[in-house]
């Protein structure tokens, strides 16, 4: 699955994809399902591919399924 879809600036590197199941993916896709524990700290060159695409705490949200403004955001 892509880490960052091409349809949010994500591209087709062998880097912007990790494998899963379908089920996984399908929670993902719906922003159900928290990557983060599961891609840290294996998957570090997956991770800063994504961060490039959509800088640090778009990659997060992204990522972690979280929608919201991070603790303490941006004034």
């Known amino acids: 699955m892509h880490l960052i879809p091409?349809?949010?600036g994500g591209c087709g590197d062998?880097?912007?994809v990790?494998?899963?199941c379908?089920?996984?993916h399908?929670?993902?896709d719906r922003g159900d399902?928290?990557?983060l524990p599961y891609l840290e700290p294996g998957c570090r060159a997956q991770l800063a591919h994504a961060v490039r695409h959509v800088r640090l705490i778009g990659a997060l949200r992204r990522i972690s399924g979280r929608r919201?403004?991070?603790a303490?955001?941006?004034e």
Do not use: H
């Open 33 to 35: 399902l928290d990557l």
């Open 14 to 16: 062998a880097l912007c």
């Open 72 to 74: 303490g955001g941006a």
């Open 18 to 20: 990790v494998p899963a």
């Open 68 to 70: 919201e403004e991070p």
């Open 6 to 8: 091409r349809s949010l």
């Open 22 to 24: 379908r089920r996984c």
């Open 26 to 28: 399908r929670d993902y």
